[in-house]
């Protein structure tokens, strides 16, 4: 067997290495999460100046377009079926959308500020469902905690068309329907909206403020998250329970994927260098087009994340892919689930998260252990039949490894830089190694590894994209990884599946080919087609 040391030039000292906090470690160590969009953008779109902020359906091009609180009219809301659905792939904590874009809660908002006549009118309290009794945040909760499911809670604040915020400021003019406020006074009714939402349902496992927050917003926030949620880890948030974005929609963030960054509003690789411990959370649609199909009938926001009829359950060889490229690249999962207009899951959608369960279960009885080590470890497999190690280093006192190298039967086989909470690699082939080795070849200070070695499915590569035509993601700075000319929709495709950043495509007329690392809404536009990577 090989026998490696740890050079001491590659060692240095620890200090001013970021450290997590316990909350952050606590919210590692979940690893599989879930996101849930059920609300307005359900049933109908909304948006301002053109511009979608959620859901499905036609969008005017100019003006505002508020759907009324009564379109939000399920019938069969079952938040039971969803949670069982979400433990049978054996989701942690789950995420729900209870106020997007449009600004509509989904539980009942008593903020009011009588002094400039303000009243959060936009919620289930004006909607039919229940008879406006209904608190979709309540019982889904409840029924969290009757799977043992840590339950949490997306709050848009810089994009609501109720409000009239557009990327964290208020508009003028507001129509019929919207609210008439002052920036100061958004910034009011913001916070008074979150203390009741952070006050009323527990202990919540995370909070989202997509896309960050406003600036005059982030210490009032702060200030409330320290009193009522001081335990709560927060995507994109201010403090220091924080994670950031992973940079892209896709679910194969770039390797590699560092715990430090420079802030929670870094998103993508983040540096080992940086000053802060700030995770990558990898948010991902279940919901993918049919390879090849037109889906331009009722395409929704972002094309996947509210519930579309047209698309189809992401297979389960590109949900096990997604899960090694987020798990198994030092950041946590959060798969998304779509509840349909009645407030049910598709009975294939249920399928399709038993499958991926299924897949899991692969991982919850390691074959062989080993560690922690400091420095190299050498290991017998001639008594185990496996085709993949878990590489896992102890975050307590920061990421600590830099660099280090593999080896199967003496060869090397490949080299690695970040490990961090879990890096997982597969070996070559599908067939029986005698022995393995890992030698670390850089860390500051001392760095404790250990090793867990599976033997799960292998899944043939995908092929293909399913495309979208008539119509166009909006690109923006940033989402826009680069342009590149194409003669043909295929070739945007092959463009958009051979870089794993890229989450969606779009094609234009005049044959310029748009990669973008996330979906940031859907406008009809005629000559255009877009396109998502089916990677597996």
């Known amino acids: 067997m090989l026998k490696f040391a740890l050079p001491a030039a590659v060692l240095a000292l620890a200090s001013g290495v970021p450290v997590p906090t316990g909350a952050q470690l606590e919210w590692y160590r979940d690893e599989v999460t879930a996101i849930g969009h059920f609300n307005m953008g359900t049933f109908q779109a909304c948006g301002i100046g053109g511009i979608r902020m959620e859901g499905r359906g036609p969008l005017r091009e100019n003006g505002v377009q508020l759907p009324p609180p009564e379109t939000f009219a399920p019938t069969n809301v079952n938040v039971t079926q969803w949670t069982e659905a979400l433990g049978s792939f054996g989701v942690k904590h789950a995420v729900l959308v209870v106020s997007h874009g449009c600004g509509f809660n989904t539980f009942p908002s008593d903020t009011s500020f009588p002094e400039f006549n303000f009243t959060w009118s936009y919620s289930v309290k004006n909607s039919p469902w229940m008879n406006g009794k209904g608190d979709i945040a309540r019982l889904f909760v409840d029924a969290c905690k009757k799977y043992g499911i840590k339950p949490g809670f997306y709050h848009g604040i810089v994009n609501n068309a109720f409000l009239n915020v557009v990327k964290g400021i208020v508009q003028p003019n507001p129509q019929p329907g919207q609210a008439n406020i002052t920036q100061e006074q958004y910034v009011q009714v913001v916070t008074q909206n979150l ?18 927050m406003a600036p005059e917003t982030s210490e009032p926030l702060l200030k409330l998250l320290n009193e009522l949620q001081p335990n709560t880890v927060a995507f994109q948030g201010p403090g220091k329970n924080v994670v950031r974005w992973c940079g892209t929609e896709s679910g194969h963030p770039q390797y590699p994927l560092w715990s430090t960054a420079n802030s929670s509003g870094t998103s993508g690789q983040g540096s080992p260098d940086a000053p802060e411990f700030v995770p990558a959370e990898v948010d991902t649609c279940f919901q993918t087009p049919k390879a090849g199909e037109n889906t331009q009938v009722s395409a929704p926001y972002g094309g996947c994340w509210f519930y579309n009829e047209r698309d189809v359950p992401k297979s389960v060889a590109e949900l096990a892919s997604i899960y090694a490229d ?86 090397k086989f490949t080299t690695g830089s970040s490990v961090g909470h879990k890096r997982i690699v597969m070996f070559p082939n599908v067939t029986s190694y005698k022995s393995f080795s890992m030698n670390i070849t850089g860390a500051v200070s001392t760095p404790k590894v250990s090793l867990s070695f599976y033997h799960c499915m292998r899944f043939p590569a995908g092929s293909g994209c399913g495309i979208q035509s008539g119509f166009a993601f909006i690109i923006s700075p940033g989402n826009l990884i680069r342009n590149i000319s194409s003669s043909s929709v295929d070739d945007c495709c092959k463009a958009c599946r051979a870089d794993s950043a890229c989450s969606v495509f779009v094609d234009s007329p005049q044959k310029v080919c748009s990669l973008l690392s996330s979906q940031s809404g859907l406008v009809s536009s005629p000559g255009y087609t877009s396109g998502t990577p089916l990677r597996q």
Do not use: M
């Open 326 to 411: 987020s798990v198994g690249n030092n950041a946590n999962l959060l798969l998304d689930w779509s509840p349909q207009p009645d407030g049910t899951l598709r009975q294939d959608h249920i399928e399709r998260y038993q499958e991926f369960g299924k897949f899991l279960s692969c991982y919850e009885t390691a074959k062989k252990t080993v560690g922690p080590f400091t420095s190299s470890q050498s290991v017998d497999l001639s008594d185990v039949n496996v085709e993949r190690v878990a590489i896992s280093e102890d975050l307590t006192n920061g990421q600590l490894v830099r660099s280090f190298d593999l080896y199967l039967d003496g060869q």
């Open 195 to 212: 203390r009741q939402l952070w006050t009323n349902y527990g202990q919540l496992a995370e909070v989202w403020f997509d896309g960050g």
